[in-house]
């Protein structure tokens, strides 16, 4: 028995990287075509959001259930989030 019970799976994905390497080598082709660049490749998921943004600030407020409840049911209706209606309303006050 080997040292390792993935060595035998190790020698053989070693085997075949050396196998594939030779056929390149071999294959000599003078009037190949450039490659052909590969485009960017999509992130898969939710696109970045303010979390990772550095320019934000997580915090932690406690508001009225029945108030926070009604300013939901209005930024649903105008496609906002709670963050961007605090963000303006706290510039606003800022500003004076």
Do not use: C
Not at 23 to 39: F, G, Y
Not at 43 to 57: A, D, F, I, L, T
Request: charged letters at 35%.
């Amino acid at each position: 028995m080997t040292g390792s019970k993935f060595a035998s799976l190790r020698a053989m994905r070693e085997r075949r990287e050396q196998d594939a390497d030779a056929e390149l080598l071999s294959q000599s082709v003078p009037d190949a075509a450039p490659p052909i660049p590969e485009e960017p490749r999509r992130r898969v998921g939710r696109p970045p959001g303010k979390r990772s943004n550095p320019e934000y600030q997580q915090v932690t407020v406690l508001l009225h259930g029945q108030t926070y409840l009604e300013a939901r049911k209005r930024l649903l209706d105008e496609r906002k989030e709670v963050s961007t209606l605090l963000n303006e309303l706290l510039d606003e006050w800022l500003k004076r």
